[in-house]
């Protein structure tokens, strides 16, 4: 398993890229082509004459342009040590494999002259998940970018991405989808169609009862043949835990898991649902509920007896 | 015939313990063998067995391959996780005893923190193909799919039992912080903790704070096994294996034995102490140090007692009287432990027996000539008594 975190924290030690040189310097012909594109018509950024007037005393070219001067080009591959590159492969490898950019925030120190040629830098400042959003669950990573003309910072930039992986399934209770499965034998197969059915099953040996349930009776009998009883429901917190960390397939944290003593004197597992954690106590009355995750899953559970 | 004294550790190899190793776990297996044979004063080509947990990564074929270990006449693999400890020493002695090998090194390498995470959620255990997958179905499904949790359940009942309460459990992590804190190998070396720092550390499973949990390691161990008259003309003082037994008890399951009359009990550890006394004609009294098992701090507190170095619900006076200091009646885990040197499934801990009894350890508990050694815990597990020869 991938320790996104770790990965984070590997890449953000190693600080800043080293500053990468744009590709060509700030120019005319490029300014030109961006203020028409955009519809900027302010002639400080294309009329010499105007601009000579104005405060800038010369042309300068649009602040928002910062980005412009640094993008690779159409066919432009990431520096080896751009550390968005690599915390995009850590995530692609986790299995986000998806990305959409969430902000974008600018800072301009001063205005750019046709001729400087400015330089980039960026760094990891923040990788934060998983979280679950409408897209699926997903990490948002913060990058830090600063242009600089030579040793001066002119300009930086917050961007952050949200790296995810799709939600294949839409399902009313979303958690549910990556519950772990039990793996079912003969000996069990039982326990299961019973809680399809809303019922609690007990193998009974004779007149012994045994949970779990396996393929022999207690007294080693071959001849002996297995049925069950179904569970009136009830009983007591025999012990129990309230699970914090780490995240569990379909669970929601903090949740309780109890270990409970029924009425007939077995003790079965199961979640305690809709339970105040610091309610739970040894002794605590409850009865059986079933989760449904699909056709083929129930489980048993426990909820507070009225 | 007995297994007492026939066979002796010679030599013990580490790498160092990190939480990432940057190589692959079979590199760290190979430098931990070398390492171990070094310091026996043997080579590859002297080793004709290897054992290893069925937990490991790294098949002994693939290990005395990357070393040069032309035959083997001995392999093996001991299940059940961390219980697997001790268990392979037994199995390395059963064979020397037996003339089935000379040599048998035994070792355990993982990139456990950097690669696959025990701390996590294995759905892999949950659905293996195989009784214990079926075992899980009952377990992992409701949302007990954590090593912690399953400990938590039995440390809850615990505390109802015998009135204990997680300060309790903390002051076994204080102190393995504190003897880790003085071992410069140790990932927590000149880091010790307090008291408060572990009431205040997170909840992982309640009631186990971050700080009753064991770190997660990189690294490996091995140690050399021959018979205790080949190990006298070797490079190190010979480590003789007084006793070494392996148990599993009523309704054993693993990390959820929740079915058994008592919940509060460690009833496997209790069938490895009888087999240990017996063995080595020793009884408790006669243990200068433990090396207890400490992946959780409630079964340090439960072994205690299922050892019999004190009553049922008495674990919680005994540590708290300072007997388990270095220089009380029982010095408990003079390395650190997994809470504090590192986490390699219980083999880091033989190591540890075998320097105090070389008395050759950072921690050395003065006069030390026997050592118990305790294996994975709330699992079918093993144990130790080591001795000077």
Redesign the interface.
């Known amino acids: 398993m991938i320790d996104v975190e770790e990965a984070a924290r590997r890449i953000a030690a190693k600080g800043e890229s080293k500053p990468r040189l744009a590709r060509d310097p700030v120019n005319q012909a490029m300014v030109n082509n961006w203020v028409e594109a955009l519809g900027d018509a302010n002639p400080v950024y294309t009329d010499p004459e105007f601009a000579k007037n104005s405060v800038h005393g010369g042309l300068v070219a649009p602040p928002a342009m910062a980005q412009v001067w640094s993008m690779a080009g159409l066919h432009g591959a990431r520096a080896a040590d751009d550390p968005l590159g690599a915390m995009m492969s850590i995530l692609d490898e986790a299995g986000y494999t998806s990305v959409v950019a969430t902000n974008s925030e600018q800072t301009y120190h001063r205005y750019l002259r046709p001729g400087e040629h400015v330089s980039s830098s960026i760094r990891l400042e923040d990788v934060t998940g998983p979280k679950r959003t409408a897209l699926g669950e997903g990490w948002f990573v913060t990058t830090r970018t600063i242009w600089r003309v030579g040793e001066e910072a002119v300009a930086e930039m917050v961007f952050r991405v949200l790296k995810f992986s799709p939600s294949a399934r839409r399902e009313t209770v979303p958690d549910t989808g990556a519950v772990l499965r039990p793996v079912v034998s003969r000996d069990t197969e039982f326990f299961w169609e019973g809680t399809r059915k809303g019922e609690l099953r007990i193998q009974r040996w004779g007149g012994v009862l045994r949970h779990p349930p396996g393929p022999m009776p207690p007294d080693g009998d071959l001849t002996a043949e297995a049925d069950y009883v179904v569970a009136e429901g009830t009983g007591t917190v025999y012990s129990y835990l309230v699970h914090h960390h780490p995240q569990v397939p379909g669970k929601k944290t903090p949740f309780v898991v109890a270990l409970v003593e029924l009425a007939e004197g077995v003790r079965v597992l199961g979640e305690l649902v809709d339970a105040d954690p610091e309610s739970v106590y040894i002794g605590l009355p409850v009865e059986v509920t079933f989760l449904r995750v699909d056709d083929e899953l129930t489980l048993p559970a426990w909820k507070v007896r009225a | 015939m007995t297994l007492a004294g026939r066979a002796a550790i010679a030599g013990i190899g580490a790498t160092e313990f990190s939480?990432?190793s940057g190589r692959s776990e079979l590199r760290l297996a190979a430098e931990a063998v070398s390492a171990a044979l070094g310091d026996a004063g043997l080579t590859p080509s002297d080793v004709d067995g290897l054992v290893t947990f069925t937990m490991d990564g790294n098949a002994e074929i693939a290990v005395a391959r990357e070393l040069g270990i032309p035959e083997l006449t001995f392999f093996s693999r001991v299940h059940y996780g961390g219980g697997a400890a001790a268990a392979t020493v037994q199995q390395a002695a059963m064979a020397v005893a037996t003339g089935v090998a000379e040599v048998v090194v035994a070792y355990r390498a993982f990139n456990e923190r950097?690669g696959?995470?025990f701390?996590?959620?294995s759905?892999a255990a949950?659905?293996?193909?195989n009784?214990s997958?079926?075992?899980?179905?009952?377990?992992?499904?409701?949302?007990?799919?954590?090593p912690a949790?399953t400990v938590?359940?039995?440390?809850?009942?615990y505390l109802?039992t015998y009135g204990a309460t997680s300060e309790d459990f903390g002051r076994v992590a204080v102190l393995d912080r504190k003897h880790a804190a003085t071992n410069p190998r140790a990932w927590f070396h000149g880091k010790p903790i307090t008291l408060e720092q572990h009431q205040a550390s997170?909840?992982?499973?309640?009631?186990?704070h971050?700080l009753d949990c064991c770190q997660e390691s990189d690294g490996g161990v091995a140690l050399v096994i021959t018979s205790a008259e080949r190990a006298r003309d070797l490079a190190q003082p010979p480590v003789v294996i007084a006793a070494a037994a392996q148990g599993s008890g009523p309704d054993q399951y693993i990390m959820?034995s929740?079915?058994r009359d008592d919940?509060a009990a460690l009833p496997e550890m209790g069938v490895v102490a009888r087999q240990l006394w017996r063995q080595s004609g020793l009884d408790r009294s006669d243990v200068d140090v433990a090396v207890l098992y400490d992946h959780f701090t409630p079964y340090v507190l439960m072994q205690l007692e299922e050892l019999g170095f004190c009553g049922r619900g008495e674990a919680k006076d005994l540590v708290a009287s300072g007997a388990l200091e270095l220089d009380g009646s029982l010095p408990l885990n003079p390395h650190g432990g997994q809470l504090g040197e590192a986490y390699i499934h219980g083999m880091n801990g033989i190591a540890e027996g075998v320097r105090q009894v070389r008395g050759t350890a950072v921690n050395q508990v003065a006069g030390a000539r026997h050592v118990l050694v305790t294996a994975g815990t709330g699992v079918p597990t093993s144990g130790l008594v080591l001795a000077a020869s």
């Open positions: 939480k990432d950097s696959h995470r701390g996590q959620v759905s949950a659905q293996q193909v009784t997958g079926v075992d899980n179905g009952f377990h992992y499904p409701m949302g007990l799919a954590t949790a938590a359940m039995v440390a809850q009942r109802h997170r909840w992982v499973a309640e009631p186990l971050l959820t929740y079915y919940l």
